[in-house]
Structure formats: C-alpha cells, structure tokens
C-alpha cells in the first residue's frame, strides 16, 4: 500500500503553471506536517515547501518563493503544490512527503511518495 500517491506532473513550458496533488492514506493525516521535496538528475533530494500539521503554518525554499504555493486539505487528506511562472531549473521529480516527530526522546514516523516527473522546457 502506497500510503503517499502523487499526481499532475508532465511537461510544461517556461513560464507556464502546474498544479501537484498527493492523497494521503493509512495514516491519521492531520497528525503530520506535509511537504513537498524534488530531486533533479544529478543532484541529491532539496525541500521545495512545507505546511505544519497545526496553523498550517508554510515554508519553501528560496528558490520557489513568490512562485509556488503549498496547501493542505485535512477534510479530504490531500496536500497540492501550486507552481506558477515555471522555470527549466525547476525540472525534477517532485516527492511528497508527511513526517510527525513525537515525545521525549524522539519517535518519528514518515512517509514519502514514489515521485511525479515535472519538465519545464520549450
């Protein structure tokens, strides 16, 4: 059982929009904080955002900032990515992820997803 299942990568053009969904399940979804990671070819796995599992509190990495959007559905346990003015350098496969971190010392608990491909070229 996939407990994170991506979807909505493809190819776009420079400059264009996508919009990235990962369904959770098998875990109690409001528990975890969500983010999302990408890895380009040739280069090890970076933290694109993140949104906590309570206030919904985001985070991205300087380099999507002003562009992409992270959002939480804890109703439907769905996490989206929304990237807008899409660059070349943004090209890689885009992974979900769900981490909860809990007591003293501390137990975590994670889940990641098997990736969807996003290429930005013309």
């Known amino acids: 059982q996939d407990n994170l299942v991506e979807s909505g990568g493809g190819l776009v053009q420079p400059v264009g929009s996508l919009r990235l969904s990962c369904a959770a399940s098998g875990f109690t979804f409001n528990n975890y904080n969500m983010g999302w990671y990408r890895q380009a070819p040739g280069k090890e796995r970076e933290l694109v955002a993140t949104v906590t599992s309570i206030g919904g509190r985001t985070n991205y990495a300087d380099s999507v900032k002003g562009r992409f959007t992270i959002s939480r559905d804890n109703a439907r346990n769905l996490v989206d990515l929304q990237m807008n003015s899409l660059k070349a350098e943004d090209t890689a496969v885009y992974y979900c992820?769900?981490?909860?971190?809990?007591?003293?010392?501390?137990?975590?608990?994670?889940?990641w997803g098997r990736g969807t491909q996003v290429t930005v070229s013309s």
């Open positions: 992820n769900a981490v909860l971190r809990r007591g003293k010392p501390v137990d975590t608990w994670e889940y």
